[in-house]
């Protein structure tokens, strides 16, 4: 999202305008923010991110599915939607009344930070996220060290926060596995060591 400008709408004309010109946005606090482009490092590791997810669920064997950027997740408790670089979904996919494409029961969510995103993903949506009731993973991918951030759900409700580095491994039991963050950033162009 960044600091790109926004246009003020409601949901309904939201929706009109992401179908109108093809553009993702993110609508928050009724205002619609063009999703801007990323760069090629991002890129590489958003595609290292869902190609270790994909291969972890294995697709037609579990009852969990990894979406793409292209998965809009809405938070039902503050009305916003937001498009992360991964999300996964257990069961059967649930989506907004008002919006039939965007999810509302994610059990793990995926930002691979950047400079222009990085404050949003560790604030507002990290408040956000963790309103709907089915999460229970949110994870943060950095671009300038081999780390991610794991915040998983207790059962009692509370968080807790993790730091995975190199060498280490993101743990996802109840997901069937888990990432290690050596080959996260290896699939992505990166060798241990090196930086991003």
Known sequence: MGAAEGLRTTYA?????EQATGVRHEFID???????????????????VG?????M???????????????KIHVVAQGNSYYPDLSVVCGR??????????????????????ESTELTDRKR???????ITTLKHYVLVAQDAHQVEHYKRNDDGTWTYALVRAGGALQLPDLG?????????AAAGHARGEPC
Request: aromatic fraction near 8%; proline fraction near 4%.
């Open 177 to 185: 596995g888990s990432i290690a963050i050596d080959e996260l950033y």
């Open 13 to 17: 004309e939201y929706l009109e305008l």
């Open 51 to 55: 190609a270790l997810f994909f291969a």
């Open 30 to 48: 009724g205002v619609a923010y063009a999703m801007a482009g990323g760069t090629p490092a991002h890129a590489r590791l958003s595609t290292s």
């Open 125 to 131: 949506k990290l408040r956000e996220y963790q309103q």
């Open 93 to 114: 996919v649930e989506t907004a009344g008002h919006d039939r494409n965007a999810i509302t029961n994610p059990v793990l969510v995926v930002e691979v930070l950047s």
């Open 57 to 71: 669920l294995r697709p037609g064997r579990g009852r969990c599915r990894a979406y793409s950027a292209d998965g």
